[in-house]
Every structure is written in structure tokens, then in C-alpha cells.
């Protein structure tokens, strides 16, 4: 069940980490985050749904905007239904990559966020949450 | 579907990136680089990112990419104009582009490309 | 909390409001709250919060946590805040809410027609309601208190990271103290937007003011130099003192940039390299200094 002030994207091609990244810019600002933190979670949002496509054919990103007062934040799910990632710490090392990227997606979405929270199964697909406060 | 201007500058190329990239148009933008520094013989590419706003591991590679093909053809890669906030982004990202040059602006690109253009006439000319 | 609970402590509220007050207003300048808050502002605080008690329990709300007990929450929200802003303690914060305990259980003890059952349930009620709202006083004064901390420590790592220009092109950061991730961020927005400002080609930064430098400082260090070569601008660092070389070079740390002993060879350095001598000037005329007022 989602919570009203929620909104959910079909993550399949480029053209939607472009609309990804709009978003999360929007709540961002929303949000009153500082311009570097914006960047930040901007970036990392782009490393995740581009991920989500590159290894699970795509999947779904969910925007929240959480907390109250001066402690507001973005927090962003990112869920597929791909192949799982069966190496969590491996996966979340720099250089590491099973396909053609930089291997920094994860580890570097991670380093950007506040709070990273992941939760993967082989053969069943991966759930990330990540959450910058402002 | 557009596709990104390159400009003739000097003996220099200059492509300034002013939309969020998707795939098809980094590619093409790689492809068409490529073809064009050989067919106007440039010595040099400038690429001016002043108005990107986020700079992910996709457009690093592309930029990463960019600088090794041009390196081959005998150019300098120059990319000018990071964002504070982009640069302050990208090396929490673990992104140090180390393959590539860069320059506050666009004038300050051209000067690079320039002296290194007179180094190696110089190195000639002595004979190394 | 049942209802029958809830209008038998909102009618008890109603009918002894003046004496509940009153002995309220007694316990707290018992307490020594009076002194840095007037008696007057007291009195209002207090009467405006039984008021508001008062009506949001005769509308049936009972739980603190609840959305009908929001103005309460905010209004004791609001006076914690401003006692941690004031400087009370946390427990004369709390005090406010807790010296309530006993007027209101000397009101109960007056309804002479509760059942000795009815009256040991209301005052359960009374006293987790009072609790619960104690408990939220306490939560918003240590926000406040940290809100106070945080502020302080942001504008003492604003003031202690200027960015100097020191000639066209070339500026030096001053380190002092600390290197740690919150105030890297700070150094690294300063720095950039210093090298956009003033179209700087090299930036020297001084660590003669860091005391220590650990892995975690040199990684700050080499993210900030990172940081700057992305915009174009080349580093030198400076000031690193002989214990400080000897710490780099036994942890391994690669400092991949050009480092000086001091700031002045820093200069020198960066001088040059953006294509500029300095020339001591030939002995000077006295009679033309003096004509020129130099």
C-alpha cells in the first residue's frame, strides 16, 4: 500500500532515468535540500534506475518526500524483479562490475545517500531504498 | 532525433552538452566526434559541460571514451565548465576522470590546447 | 484511555480550573522556574495550556499521539523550545508539565461522587496523559538543543574556512583544525566556488593548522584536491610539517599532488607556473619615493 504523496515510475529505457531524474530534482527542491545534496541524490538515482535497466531489464522507482520540519528528505525505492545480486559486499565495491559499466553504481549510489538500504534475492530480484536528508 | 552540435574552433572542436543525455544521444555524439576530427583535422576537442546539472558513471564513461578515441586521432580532449556541485558529486561518486583534461571555461580550454600545440611544435623543431 | 475517562478529566478541568491554576502557578515558582520567564507570561502560558487541555479532552481526543492532540503537542512544543532557547534545564522543562500532577489530583480527590473504582481509574488516566505529555516536552527541547548545536557548529566551520585570494589566478585555503567529513563538504563548496569567482588556476591549501593527519584526513585532503581538478584548478598543499610527511609516508597514503613546506614556497611555485617572476627592483631614487609620498 503506498502512501498518499507517493508516486511511482516505470524504469525501461533512457529515456526514463532522464524522467527519473527529473523527478527526484523536483522533490529535491521540494524538499529544501541544499544544491550539492540535490546533486547528489540526483546522481545517484540516475546510477540505480540506469542499473535497474542495465541488469534486470528495467523495474520500478518509487518517490517520497519523508520527515517534517527542518528534517526533510527524498527517499527513493528502487525495485526489480532481476537476477539478484548473490554477493552483496562484492557487488558494493568499487570497480566491481559483471557487465560493461564503471562498477561504481552501487557503492558510489551508497557514498551519495544518507541512509542505503538493500535487500536482494537471487533469482527473485532487489530492492534498494535510499533516503537523503536535507 | 537531434543530434549535438560541433562547432569548428580554430584547430579545435567544440561541442557544448545542453540536454540531459539519453543513450542514443551520447552515441551519436561519440560517432560524430569521431568523424569529424578526423575530416577537419582537429588537434583538440572541447567539450563544455557549464550547463549540465548532473554528471553520472554514463556520461564519465562517454567523456572517458571521448578523450581515449581523440587520443588516438592525435586531439586533446578538454572538458570545461564542471558544475561545483557536480564536481563535489562526482568525486564522492569515485569518478576522478584522470584520462581527461579540464578547464574552468572555454577561453581557458583553448589556452591548453594551444600550448601543447606549441610544445610539440617546439619538440619538433629541436629535433627530439 | 476510555471515554467515560476522558469527560470525567475534562469536566474536572472545567469545574476546578481556577484552583488548579493556581496551585500550578504555586508549584512552579516553587520549582524556581520564575526568574528567567515573568510572571505574567507564566501565568498566560499555563492557563492557555489547561484551556487548550481542556477542550481538546472534551472533544473525546486521548492519545498524545494522535492527530486531535496536535495543538497540544505543538503548544508545549513551542514553550519547550523556547525554554531550551532561554537556557532552562531539561528539568525545569519538564517541570512545567509534571508540577500539574499534583493540582489536578487534588482536584480529583473533591469529586466526592466517583466510586473509589472510577477514581483510581481516572487518576491512572490522569497520570499516563501527564506522562505522555512530559515525555514530548522533553523530545522538544533536545531537538531544540540540537538544532542550537548544529547551527553553532555550521557557523564555526563557516569562519574558520576562508579562501584567499593571493594574486590573479592563485588562492590558498588556510586549514585549521580538524579534518573531518562534515567540514571537508564545507572547505570543498568554499574552495569550488572560490576557483568559479575568481577564475583561479591554482589552489594552495595550508594544513599548517591540522594538528593530525590519519588515513580518513588525507582522503578528505585528496578528495578536495580531486574536487578541483575537475574544475581545471591544479593544487599544491602546504605546510606540512616534518611528523606530518612521516605519518603520510608510514600509512601508505599516495598524496598524488605537489606538496611545499610552507605557504610561501606554495607561491613561488604557483607563480611560475601561471607564467610569472618575481624581480627585486633596482636600489630606489629617495628623492622619487619621496616626491611619489612612498
Given at each position: 500500500m503506498s502512501n498518499p504523496g507517493t508516486e511511482a515510475l516505470q524504469v525501461r529505457s533512457s529515456d526514463d532515468v532522464v524522467r527519473v531524474r527529473q523527478r527526484v530534482r523536483a522533490l529535491a527542491v521540494d524538499a529544501g535540500l541544499s544544491l550539492v545534496d540535490q546533486t547528489k541524490i540526483v546522481t545517484a538515482a540516475s546510477e540505480l534506475a540506469r542499473n535497474m535497466i542495465d541488469y534486470a531489464g528495467g523495474g520500478k522507482t518509487v518517490f517520497e518526500v519523508v520527515g517534517s520540519g527542518t528534517t526533510r528528505g527524498v527517499r527513493l525505492t528502487f525495485e526489480d524483479k532481476g537476477?539478484?545480486?548473490?554477493?552483496i559486499p562484492l557487488a558494493l565495491k568499487?570497480?566491481?562490475?559483471?557487465?560493461?559499466?564503471?562498477?561504481?553504481g552501487l557503492g558510489g549510489a551508497k557514498r551519495l545517500s544518507s541512509d542505503f538500504v538493500i535487500e536482494s534475492k537471487v533469482g527473485l530480484g532487489t530492492k534498494i531504498v535510499i533516503t537523503r536528508w536535507k | 532525433m537531434d543530434r549535438i552540435p560541433i562547432l569548428k574552433l580554430g584547430e579545435a572542436l567544440l561541442v557544448t552538452i545542453q540536454v540531459d543525455m539519453h543513450d542514443r544521444l551520447a552515441t551519436a555524439l561519440e560517432e560524430d566526434l569521431t568523424a569529424k576530427i578526423v575530416s577537419a583535422h582537429a588537434k583538440g576537442v572541447l567539450i563544455d559541460?557549464?550547463?549540465?546539472e548532473i554528471v553520472d558513471s554514463f556520461i564519465g564513461r562517454m567523456l572517458d571514451n571521448i578523450a581515449s578515441v581523440s587520443r588516438i586521432l592525435d586531439a586533446e580532449t578538454v572538458v570545461v565548465g564542471m558544475r561545483p556541485a557536480v564536481a563535489i558529486t562526482l568525486v564522492e561518486l569515485g569518478l576522478?576522470?584522470?584520462?581527461v583534461k579540464t578547464a574552468l571555461n572555454v577561453e581557458r580550454g583553448m589556452e591548453l590546447i594551444k600550448r601543447r600545440l606549441e610544445a610539440e611544435a617546439a619538440s619538433v623543431e629541436s629535433g627530439d | 484511555m476510555a471515554q467515560t475517562e476522558i469527560a470525567t478529566i475534562a469536566q474536572l478541568l472545567a469545574t476546578h480550573e481556577r484552583e488548579i491554576l493556581a496551585q500550578w502557578l504555586a508549584e512552579l515558582r516553587s520549582t524556581a522556574q520564575s526568574g528567567r520567564i515573568s510572571e505574567a507570561e507564566l501565568e498566560t502560558q499555563c492557563r492557555n495550556f489547561l484551556q487548550l487541555l481542556r477542550t481538546t479532552l472534551a472533544k473525546g481526543?486521548?492519545?498524545?499521539?494522535h492527530a486531535g492532540f496536535a495543538p497540544v503537542r505543538d503548544m508545549l512544543a513551542d514553550i519547550s523550545r523556547a525554554r531550551a532557547l532561554q537556557g532552562f534545564s531539561p528539568v525545569e522543562t519538564a517541570t512545567f508539565i509534571f508540577s500539574l500532577k499534583r493540582p489536578v489530583f487534588a482536584a480529583l480527590n473533591k469529586?466526592?461522587?466517583?466510586?473509589p473504582a472510577a477514581m483510581a481509574q481516572a487518576l491512572w488516566a490522569i497520570t499516563v496523559l501527564l506522562d505522555d505529555l512530559g515525555l514530548h516536552t522533553m523530545e522538544a527541547y533536545q531537538k531544540a538543543r540540537e538544532e542550537v548545536i548544529s547551527r553553532q557548529q555550521m557557523e564555526i566551520t563557516e569562519l574558520s574556512t576562508p579562501v584567499i585570494k593571493l594574486w590573479e589566478g592563485i588562492l590558498a585555503v588556510p586549514l585549521i583544525g580538524t579534518l573531518d567529513s562534515s567540514r571537508t563538504q564545507v572547505v570543498m563548496e568554499a574552495l569550488l566556488q572560490a576557483i568559479v569567482d575568481q577564475s583561479a588556476e591554482i589552489a594552495i591549501i595550508d594544513?599548517?593548522?591540522?594538528?593530525t593527519v590519519d588515513t580518513l584526513t588525507a582522503q578528505h585532503l585528496l578528495k578536495t584536491v580531486s574536487a578541483a581538478r575537475l574544475m581545471g584548478a591544479d593544487c599544491i598543499i602546504s605546510g606540512i610539517r616534518p611528523q606530518i610527511a612521516q605519518t603520510i609516508v608510514h600509512l601508505g597514503v599516495q598524496l598524488d599532488v605537489i606538496s611545499k613546506a610552507s605557504l610561501a614556497d606554495a607561491l613561488a611555485v604557483a607563480l611560475r607556473r601561471t607564467g610569472r617572476a618575481v624581480v627585486k627592483l633596482a636600489k630606489p631614487d629617495k628623492n622619487q619615493n619621496e616626491k611619489a609620498g612612498v
Open positions: 537476477p539478484g545480486i548473490p554477493d568499487d570497480g566491481y562490475t559483471t557487465g560493461n559499466g564503471l562498477g561504481l | 559541460i557549464s550547463a549540465l576522478s576522470l584522470t584520462g | 481526543s486521548a492519545q498524545v499521539g469529586e466526592t461522587n466517583l466510586s594544513i599548517t593548522g591540522v594538528p
